[in-house]
DNA sequence: GTGAAAGCGCTAACAC
DNA sequence: GTGTTAGCGCTTTCAC
């Protein structure tokens, strides 16, 4: 930490020259070649860098984009910030870290912020939404994109993906490979991803093609690992009279690692006793053992696309709220096949890694 | 996205007051209750929220704070992220998310990058250092405070913690179970943490404690989970002369898992036929099956540290370089430790999950 | 306690 | 192609 920064007018006065030819010459544009040279002489000399909040001010403009999230540890939201930073550093955009806190509130009090003008837009993607929260978000200073519900219909751009069909998709695969009595653990109803899992998973269980199978759901107080665990605890002790559950669909990865650490406590095998299914498809459920399979919700994918959406609405590019839906696809692994060799006896308490 | 935002001066102009008795008045000093009474008025009706550039621009601080790392979805920096963010925001602090890149030149970019000043400080932690970069760092004209090797010699603010001995920690432990054939799987040893470790292992098995006993290093291309499994195929598939190694030290817990599935590959059981230790204590080596054995480097306390650091020097904090040592210590779970009743004889492919 | 005015560093009219 | 100047929104002397 050194000396005070050199500003625009030292390197004009340097280099003998006004103002404004120092500004144009530094940016290339109109200027000729010999007060670009000169001009640059005299920055170089000076260690001139232009300063990013004088510009701000003039331009209007930060070359920020907020990214706010409940929780920024969740590997879901990681693998989102990792791709929007991807998109936006090479822009010269720099990237906010922020939070909305657990509650719709706090989200609006953060939406709100947004109008003290530190940043150039917000990508966010909120657990709980209202319409007090859509109404913030429409009336916000700056473009705004949530990642999550598809907001189009309000006239927000977002990008969203389906998981209620995910679902569908974990129970079919289930239902392929001969499971019949399947357990649900879901997260908080009252979150848009846990209302929307559940739609999911009600809709797989009643179709014509489950008729006859058994279907239970049970609560977890919050889409982490320690919450899947006791969940599952509960699912899996009650034993219904249709038979033990064969199968438990998992509303994310890390409520499905839980419900595989619950299964290992009460002597079950997976996938063998019990077939497990997680959501997000996230790193730590693809190097698990055994590893998860996982309904894929194309996290960096949603993230790029926020992060383009936003950087379209920032360059100016105007018209009608932008939609973007990206598919769920279903990554079968071993927590739902069977070893490829079934032959081979396994020794005690010995791993097989199907590859 | 909305009308343009009411600037101070119309909040004055409303008010029917100066625009310096606005100013004051919002800031609650030296401006009598009815003005204050009067300007909150006009503040609320025209929706006012002060413009965080202008404010910046007068004041010199941008009430930013940027964290930057190579790789930003590693759990080791999300942790610290999530910490460094916890103790910046109730300070009215933002934290700027950049990465250093992986080369030593991109992080000294990076820091000079600071002569913008879009940040009031910065919070590194450097995957490579050299004198460049201590150079750069020293002359920055923010405050930098290093997470990683001490600097505090060279005068700059560093939370460092000692994973040599943290290595040492875990070949002790490893050596008091009875382990005697000790491999280590070490990332590349350009880096600051990969030459740490390494002199930590090489010391320990070195140390006359470990007088007779067999140790070899095998080096993975990356601190990650792949690089972790393909290193450890090689050393475990080397069978040295000595035996069959029943140990291995995995220079953080990503390798570490990659150790886990490579030993489950070759048919071997952990902890039965090798021990494993990871190092980070991180959430995913928690909850892991088997759950890691881990050091733990105090990733969120490090990132707490940092954070109070930049916050005293933002905060004009002089005097001498401070230098803040986070011990590591051994967090022992059951890749290390055998089955607590080891008399129950578990069947095939079942997973024992000790609590 | 209040008001007038300067100025933070920069870009973009606007004149020449 | 270059120079002069205004002004982005704010805080803070400085006079009263």
């Known amino acids: 930490m050194s000396s005070s920064r050199a500003t625009l007018i030292q390197v004009a006065e340097r280099a003998g020259v006004s103002l404004a030819s120092t500004s144009r010459a530094l ?96 990508i966010v993607s909120p657990l709980r939404t209202d319409d007090v929260l859509v109404e913030a978000i429409k009336e916000a200073p700056v473009p705004v994109v949530v990642i999550g519900r598809s907001l189009e219909r309000q006239g927000i751009d977002s990008v969203s993906t389906d998981s209620t069909a995910g679902i569908g998709q974990a129970v079919a695969h289930l239902v392929e ?48 690992v320690a919450a899947g665990l006791d969940a599952a605890r509960r699912l899996l002790s009650r034993d219904p009279a249709a038979g033990p559950f064969d199968a438990v669909v998992a509303a994310n990865d890390l409520l499905a690692i839980g419900v595989i650490r619950a299964a290992g406590e009460l002597g079950l095998s997976v996938p063998r006793d019990v077939a497990v299914t997680g959501m997000d498809d996230t790193e730590i459920g693809r190097v698990f053992q055994p590893s998860l399979t996982s309904v894929s919700l194309g996290s960096s994918e949603r993230g790029r696309a926020a992060a383009q959406l936003v950087l379209d609405r920032v360059g100016d590019v105007v018209g009608p709220a932008q939609q973007i839906a990206i598919g769920p696809h279903l990554a079968v692994r071993e927590s739902t096949t069977p070893l490829v060799e079934p032959a081979e006896t396994l020794p005690a308490s010995k791993e097989k890694s199907a590859r």
């Open 27 to 122: 940016h290339g544009t109109g200027a000729s070649s010999a007060m670009v040279e000169r001009v640059r002489a005299a920055a170089a000399e000076l260690g001139y860098s232009p300063d990013a909040i004088g510009r701000s001010l003039r331009m209007k403009r930060t070359f920020q984009v907020a990214f706010a999230v409940a929780d920024i540890g969740n590997p879901v939201y990681v693998e989102m910030l990792t791709a929007i930073h991807e998109v936006l550093a090479p822009h010269g955009y720099r990237v906010v870290v922020m939070s909305t806190g657990h509650t719709v509130a706090s989200t609006v009090d953060l939406v709100r912020s947004l109008g003290s003008g530190f940043v150039d837009g917000l």
């Open 177 to 224: 490979i001969g499971r019949r009595r399947i357990g649900f653990v879901n997260g908080p109803l009252d979150t848009t991803p846990g209302a929307a899992r559940q739609r999911g998973f009600d809709a797989a269980t009643s179709a014509p093609l489950f008729a006859g199978d058994h279907a239970e759901t049970e609560r977890a107080d919050d889409f982490t």
